[in-house]
Nanobody, 124 residues
Framework: QVQLVESGGGLVEAGGSLRLSCAHSGITFSTYAMGWFRQAPGKEREFVAVIGWSGGSTAYADSVKGRFTISRDNAKNTVYLQMNSLKPEDTAVYFC?????????????????WGQGTQVTVSS
């Protein structure tokens, strides 16, 4: 049984930082990419960042480029999202997800498994 559990969300003032974690288990793919998406109230879920198996390949949404950093520790089965210089428009529920490859990584349907999400709220 595949499980993805996000943590690290919370309330932070604009300009602050948070580090999200996603601990996962039960994934049987030999290699897999890990992504972060977010969904704000009344909006569609959107791509934030993705990282390949080795960590050498990453991609970011333009809205977070230069502020967010994705990383992973395969020994710990955990992927991270370091979020700096947070803005009120970053407020959303953040989800981690598993994809078999780095193809079409901004497309939600490319991801096989999803976590339940963690709330991030940035106050102005």
């Amino acid at each position: 049984q595949v499980q993805l559990v996000e943590s690290g969300g919370g309330l932070v003032e604009a300009g602050g930082s948070l580090r999200l974690s996603c601990a996962h288990s039960g994934i049987t793919f030999s290699t897999y990419a890990m992504g972060w998406f977010r969904q704000a109230p009344g909006k569609e879920r959107e791509f934030v960042a993705v990282i390949g198996w080795s960590g050498g390949s990453t991609a970011y949404a333009d809205s977070v480029k230069g502020r967010f950093t994705i990383s992973r520790d395969n020994a710990k089965n955990t992927v991270y999202l370091q979020m700096n210089s947070l803005k009120p428009e970053d407020t959303a529920v953040y989800f981690c997800a598993v994809a078999k490859s780095m193809r079409s990584i901004v497309v939600i349907t490319s991801y096989e498994y999803w976590g339940q999400g963690t709330q991030v709220t940035v106050s102005s």
